[in-house]
């Protein structure tokens, strides 16, 4: 598995897994995305240099993507994995593969609602401290050169 960097190409990918029914149930904003509002965001994605998106690639599969929304210091994660490749680790392995791709000392992050028991152990797995409850949802973080 790899990372690489997700490109105007990956639009229906992106599309069709931010739609899927479990990773709507997982996001904060469970509404159905239109095809015009992703096609709108994506260019903002693409354009945005503090945006860092990826796909996740298995050899010549798309498997997944993971995105760092980078401010203050501070880099928010967001991954999704396709449906026939959950519960198999990838969303772990992204989220160690991820650290690789951070530039700067920086605070990443991700916001986990606590019925995603699968994306808290992915966190867990990879390294990731549980920092804080935040009522509906799990803080877990990671900082690029933290002293052991």
């Known amino acids: 598995m790899w990372l690489r960097e997700a490109t105007w190409e990956d639009r229906d990918f992106l599309f069709e897994l931010a739609n899927d029914e479990q990773v709507r149930a ?3 904003s469970q509404e159905t995305i239109k095809y015009e509002d992703h ?3 994506l260019v903002n994605k693409l354009n945005d240099p503090n945006c860092k998106l990826f796909i996740c690639m298995d ?3 798309k498997i997944g993507q ?3 929304d980078i401010s ?3 880099a928010k994660i ?3 994995v396709v449906e026939a490749k959950r519960g198999q680790g990838i969303g772990t392995k992204m989220l160690e593969l991820i650290k690789d791709k951070v530039e700067h000392e920086l605070l990443v992050f991700g916001e986990v609602k606590k019925e995603n028991q699968s994306s808290q152990r992915s966190f867990i ?3 990731y401290l549980q920092a804080e ?3 509906d949802y799990f803080i877990y973080e990671w900082v690029k050169n933290r002293k052991a």
Do not use: P, T
């Open 125 to 127: 797995k990879a390294g």
């Open 26 to 28: 997982n996001s904060f």
């Open 133 to 135: 409850d935040d009522g």
């Open 72 to 74: 203050n210091r501070k």
């Open 66 to 68: 993971i995105r760092l």
């Open 39 to 41: 096609i709108n965001w």
């Open 78 to 80: 967001s991954f999704s």
């Open 59 to 61: 050899e010549n599969e």
